[in-house]
């Protein structure tokens, strides 16, 4: 009998832990069914991030917006230069004219005179300037200084409001101070480049052989096409002509050189004047056999004059 009482005691322990197990097993698949079903309150909606505006002439530096004021200002006074030249075909017996090289070039007054190189429009038979607005018209050479690689071309633009580029002063330049070259390297006209004047006082050589002196070295970029375009101070005002560089690739290294504006001053009126550049005479004539005879033989120091 006590061993019943025993087997119903221990049976009954066993059916209360197994519905405690059993209740703990439903719980647990209750709970899991209900964070497997999906959710039943609306999704959060998220806003787009507005578009950054596009950045306002505010948002630049003044630097920035001096460059930019400059250029437009300047930009309408600079030209590009296509030349031409005849060419004999000995079989045909024809004469064709065809592009020989591009250069630059800018407005020196209002009745269409224009400033380049020399070696830009040098053995061309034709050249054409065209405008900013990509007007062009043929040019006619007015005068050419080879010493000076300098030459004027005139082109006939009627009523037409022209722009000349204000002159500056190249007396008193400063190395370190910020240049702005303007034109057409490889033909891709009104190009901007800046730089600054790396050195003064230099001396090149021209097309003709002689050596043009007080030439300004700039490391803005300048490369061929640039030939004849204008070297800008801060102020907008025409320092110097984009004349060479120094490259063994023949392409800007960072060393350009200008012709200084003083002596495009003094060249430039002459060539419009007369057609070359006049260059300053005492009006005296000498004999060179005659100072040297009177130096080595006589010891006489001076310039023996023969003529006024």
């Known amino acids: 009998m006590q061993a019943i009482q025993r087997v119903r005691r221990h049976w009954a322990v066993w059916c209360v832990l197994l519905g405690v197990c059993l209740g703990m097993v439903a719980a647990h698949l209750l709970d899991g069914t209900a964070l497997a079903e999906p959710r039943t309150t609306a999704p959060e909606t998220t806003t787009p991030a507005p578009a950054a505006p596009a950045t306002a002439a505010s948002d630049l530096l003044p630097q920035e ?41 800018f407005l020196w007054d209002n009745r269409g005179h224009v400033v380049t190189n020399f070696h830009v429009v040098a053995r061309a038979t034709r050249a054409e300037v065209v405008l900013e607005d990509q007007t062009t018209y043929t040019a006619k050479l007015i ?37 702005y070259a303007i034109g057409n390297p490889f033909g891709l006209d ?42 800008l101070d801060s102020a907008g005002k025409l320092i110097g002509v ?42 005296i004539s000498i004999d060179q056999r005659i100072n040297r005879y009177l130096t080595r033989r006589l010891g006489v120091e001076g310039l023996a004059i023969v003529g006024i």
């Open 65 to 105: 917006r001096h460059t930019i004021e400059l250029f437009k200002n300047a930009g309408g006074s600079v030209v590009y230069i296509n030349t031409l030249a005849r060419r004999f075909n000995f079989w045909t017996r024809r004469v064709t004219e065809v592009p020989q090289g591009t250069g630059s070039g």
């Open 143 to 179: 005068g050419a200084s080879a010493d000076h690689d300098l030459a004027v071309l005139k082109i006939d633009v009627g009523d037409a409001a022209l722009k000349p580029l204000p002159l500056g002063d190249s007396t008193d330049l400063q190395v370190g101070q910020n240049v």
């Open 190 to 231: 009104h190009s901007l480049s800046t730089g600054v004047i790396s050195s003064l006082e230099r001396s090149i050589t021209s097309i003709s052989g002689t050596t043009i002196e007080e030439v300004i070295q700039t490391d803005a970029a300048i490369n061929p096409g640039n030939s004849g375009g204008p070297l």
């Open 242 to 283: 984009n004349t060479a560089i120094a490259s063994p690739s023949g392409a800007y290294a960072g060393i350009g050189f200008a012709v200084p504006v003083e002596t495009v001053r003094r060249v430039v009126p002459q060539l419009i004047e007369h057609g070359r550049y006049l260059r300053p005479a005492l009006g």
